[in-house]
Antibody, heavy 120, light 106 residues
Framework: EVQLVQSGAEVKKPGESLKISCKGSGYSFTTYWIAWVRQMPGKGLDSMGIIYPGDSDTRYSPSFQGQVTFSADKSISTAYLQWSSLKASDTAMYYC?????????????WGQGTLVTVSS | SYDLTQPPSVSVSPGQTASITCSGDKLGDKYACWYQQKPGQSPVLVIYQDNKRPSGIPERFSGSRSGNTATLTISGTQAMDEADYYCQAWDSTTVVFGGGTKLTVL
């Protein structure tokens, strides 16, 4: 069974750094792209970008370029999303998602989400 | 930037057919997909490649695309289908989500 299990909720202060994780299992972690999707409170879905764990090829959506960093450790089938200096506006649920293997661009499995709260 | 436009809300009576549209200038040559999100849960893929259903998704969910508009259709809508629905496409560089449609079954 394919699973993406994310790290737990975080409460941080503005200016602090943070790294959240997403562990894949039940499939070949290195051969599927992993994307990150943000959902701000009461709002819709925003694509942040994507990483290929096999070689760490990374693409950031324009709105998130320079704001976050993706990484992956294929030895432990885990992808990461990190911030160097959080802002209150980073408060959101963050989902890691697997890109499907077929034609087109779709996300076939979603993690349970990591809630990040940034408040002074 | 590339936008996908959905109606904010759609209402349907139980047992009737619900249709949710998604329109975008570049949708004509790109596959669309659809996600269902219930309160407090992660989104779930219900349609991909315009009209394919992942395993486990009921047959009452179907998708189509004509020109620059993709449509999610739920036949024989059930109370459990009440949720937010998001369309999504890709413009060769950026993944784009529609703003979401709240489906109310009343």
């Amino acid at each position: 069974e394919v699973q993406l299990v994310q790290s737990g909720a975080e409460v941080k202060k503005p200016g602090e750094s943070l790294k959240i994780s997403c562990k894949g299992s039940g499939y070949s972690f290195t051969t599927y792209w992993i994307a990150w999707v943000r959902q701000m409170p009461g709002k819709g879905l925003d694509s942040m970008g994507i990483i290929y764990p096999g070689d760490s090829d990374t693409r950031y959506s324009p709105s998130f370029q320079g704001q976050v960093t993706f990484s992956a450790d294929k030895s432990i089938s885990t992808a990461y999303l990190q911030w160097s200096s959080l802002k209150a506006s980073d408060t959101a649920m963050y989902y890691c998602v697997r890109r499907g293997a077929g034609s087109g661009y779709y996300f076939d499995y979603w993690g349970q989400g990591t809630l990040v709260t940034v408040s002074s | 930037s590339y936008d996908l436009t959905q109606p904010p809300s759609v209402s349907v009576s139980p047992g009737q057919t619900a249709s949710i549209t998604c329109s975008g200038d570049k949708l004509g040559d790109k596959y669309a997909c659809w996600y269902q999100q219930k309160p407090g849960q992660s989104p779930v893929l219900v349609i991909y490649q315009d009209n394919k259903r992942p395993s486990g998704i009921p047959e009452r969910f179907s998708g189509s695309r004509s020109g620059n508009t993709a449509t999610l259709t739920i036949s024989g809508t059930q109370a459990m289908d009440e949720a937010d629905y998001y369309c999504q496409a890709w413009d060769s560089t950026t993944v784009v989500f529609g703003g979401g449609t709240k489906l109310t079954v009343l």
